[in-house]
Structures are given as C-alpha cells and as structure tokens.
C-alpha cells in the first residue's frame, strides 16, 4: 500500500480527482487530500464536495509514496502558494511517483524543473511547458520515468490504469 497526496482546491475538474481517487483506493493505497486547511470542504467544478485531510503546513513530501495533482482551476491556484509548489517540486526533484492530468502540469512550470521532462497536459497548457523547456507529446498517457501525465478526462482511463500500475 502506498501513501498518495493529493494536491488540490477548489475548482477542481471533478471526474479528474475522483476517478484517479477511485482507482488507487481500489487497488489498495490510502489517499490524502492537502489543501490549505484540514477539517475544511473543497468543491469541484460540478459540485464534487471533497474534504481536506491534511493543511499544507502539518504534512511533509517525504512521509508520501506519491503525488496526484488533477486539473481544472485547482493547479492555477495553488501554483502561487510557495508551500504548494515546493512540496510538487520535492517529486519532481527525487524523480518520486507524481501523476498530473490536464491543467495539473501548471503547477510543475514554478519548480523550475520541468525543462528536459517528457509529458503532457490540456493543450492550453502545452505551449507553457514548451517554453519553460519541457518535451511535449500530445498522447493520452506519457511515462517519463516517475512523472506521468495526461491531457483530458477522456484520457482518464489510460492515465488511472498507468498510476496503478506504476505503484503495483
């Protein structure tokens, strides 16, 4: 079983937390949804209600097996909170399993890490990650080592089966 953090707030695109979700607590692994503050009650995109495990400030990147970051407005939020992006940056800096789908590769642009890395994201997103020096692929599942990434939730299929298996 593995640890998984869940990076996220409100706006999320609903189906791209809870099939991910769903997928690895089916196959075993124990989720915990970080925002801002514990205790508290995030609301997706379509009404999704989620609550908050964990505030930002009581956990630690290195108590966790991997990260899921979905997409929606969620990334582009939390990519202006320093606490947000360094605990993202610590994934991507120890090559540690890190699973983004649509806008979630935002958040990878303000690590400063993203130049060299093989993925993917909504196609809005592409160009940035381009030009912050990224490899773009626009494929429905791309695997760069422990970084893997996808585009829209028509992809969610690929992308769930791709994180289970690269936590089995």
């Known amino acids: 079983m593995s640890k998984v953090a869940v990076l996220v707030t409100n706006d999320v ?5 809870t099939s991910p979700k769903e ?5 075993g692994h124990k989720i915990t949804v970080i925002e801002k503050e514990a205790g508290t009650e995030l609301t997706g995109k379509h009404g999704t209600k ?3 495990d964990k505030g930002i400030d009581e956990v630690n990147p290195e108590d966790f097996d991997a990260l899921l970051i979905p997409g929606g407005f969620s990334p582009d939020q939390l990519r202006v909170d320093p606490r947000f992006v360094a605990f993202t940056k610590y994934f991507l800096a120890y090559n540690k399993p890190l699973f983004s789908i649509c806008h979630g590769p935002q958040l990878f642009i303000q690590t400063g890490l993203v130049k060299g890395r093989t993925l993917t994201a909504y196609a809005s997103i592409q160009p940035d990650l381009y030009y912050a020096g990224a ?3 626009n494929e429905p599942v791309v695997i760069d080592h ?3 990434t996808s585009r829209v939730p028509d992809d969610l299929p690929a992308f769930n089966k791709a994180i289970v298996d690269a936590l089995a």
């Open 135 to 137: 490899v773009v692929e």
């Open 13 to 17: 695109e609903d189906i791209e937390f």
């Open 50 to 52: 989620i609550p908050v």
């Open 23 to 27: 997928a690895l607590e089916a196959a």
């Open 146 to 148: 422990a970084l893997i």
